[in-house]
């Protein structure tokens, strides 16, 4: 096996963190000697120990020594106190002679200070995303091996990327302190997510949904309309997961509703998740029905927007409910503080259009049914104002595509404007 198989093993394991690790990022290890695996280990929940600690402890187990091994990990090793003790004192303690490492820790205060910390104890470190370029100067090589040369820094290249990927929301969150926005809806081939009167279950299949489970057992926190509350009365809970066996963090529901219409035998309120459950007013609000909420669930009083007081702002910062509105803004870092590093936003129409226009998505995940539902008045999955010209289009990148039976899955990364 080479560098790149025991990576793409590391990557595997720390994909068995999924939706179980947030506030901190998924990372896998494997420890190799004489080109052994000794120890295997990932991250498996916040405030636990970490990959690196888990396959040190996996190889003591086995009755192997990690002195002169190589350690393969998705990501740099800490070098910090936080709640654990930092992994760079337990790799150098352990006698480790190679670190191979995908992706740079994101956090600027402390990228590549891991690298350094175990370089300057005499380590080697092979750091893909960096490492990856060819030298500046080597002597000339034969066709066949500069063909080799390209495809083993393009499988490193892709490696690191990978690496860095896995933990997309964590990056966004360490870095801005606002949750990683994904909006996610399911459509007719027209862009319809619902008839005029409502009616919306089941548009896309089995398939379609359970990958919508997925993508909110990955996730911190859900959240809605008050619109949809008062449609749908939904659950917004993963279901057909077992999520609890797998120790997976709890999700959170919010809903905007600025001046708190939310009934207080709805499902969010009521069932025995209302703990989990946040409900976003304006200070418009009702005082009545806000303190009839805050009995059950966590109630959050959003500012007032500028533009709904007169004074000048983009409406794209805003969610206008019944004659209020919340400031977007405000709510994504407010939710960031409460280390909610993924939102997955599963609103109708217009609370997607609010996300996706004003600027506050970082990717869609949009999944298309192959049906045509028609209708001036059928709900879009996207509404609101729209934009004034082509110019203002919003674009996206690195656009995948997935066939869940017979349905259709988009995911894509929004372009920052």
Known sequence: ?????????????????????????????????????????????????????????????????????????????????????????????????????????????????????????????????????????????????????????????????????????????????????????????????????????????????????????????????????????????????RSEARGQNQLRRIILDSMARTPLDAKVVSDEHAALTTIVVSRRAPKRRVAALAKRVQVLIAPVAKSAIGNRQPAATVRKHGGSAIDLRWLLKTLGSQNVTSLLVEGGGEVNASFLLGGFAQRVAFFYAPKILGGRDSRKAVAGDGVKSLSEVIQLRDVEWRKLGPDLLLTARVVAS
């Open 1 to 241: 096996m080479t560098d790149a198989d025991f990576m793409r093993l590391a990557l595997r394991l720390a994909r068995r963190g999924y939706g179980a690790t947030s506030p901190n990022p998924m990372v896998g290890a494997v420890l190799v000697k004489r080109g052994q695996i000794i120890g295997r280990g990932w991250h498996r929940r916040a405030g636990g120990p970490h990959a690196e600690i888990e396959a040190l402890r996996d190889a003591q187990k086995r009755g192997h020594s990690p002195r002169g091994a190589t350690l393969y990990v998705t990501l740099e090793p800490c070098c910090t106190h936080g709640r654990t003790p930092p992994c760079t004192d337990a790799i150098i303690t352990a006698g480790i002679k190679r670190v191979v490492v995908g992706a740079t820790d994101p956090n600027p205060n402390h990228a590549g200070k891991g690298f350094k910390i175990l370089r300057h104890a005499g380590i080697e470190v092979l750091a893909l995303a960096s490492d990856s370029r060819p030298p500046a100067a080597r002597p000339p090589s034969p066709p066949s091996g500069e063909r080799a040369a390209v495809r083993g820094r393009a499988n490193r290249e892709h490696l690191a990327a990978t690496c860095t990927q896995l933990n997309e929301p964590f990056n966004h969150w360490i870095i801005h302190r606002t949750p990683f926005v994904t909006v996610k809806a399911a459509m007719t081939l027209d862009g319809k997510i619902a008839t005029a009167s409502g009616e919306s279950k089941w548009i896309t299949g089995e398939q379609a949904r359970a990958y919508g489970m997925k993508l909110r057992q990955g996730s911190d926190a859900i959240l809605v309309g008050i619109n949809t509350v008062l449609a749908d009365d939904p659950s917004l809970t993963v279901r057909g997961q």
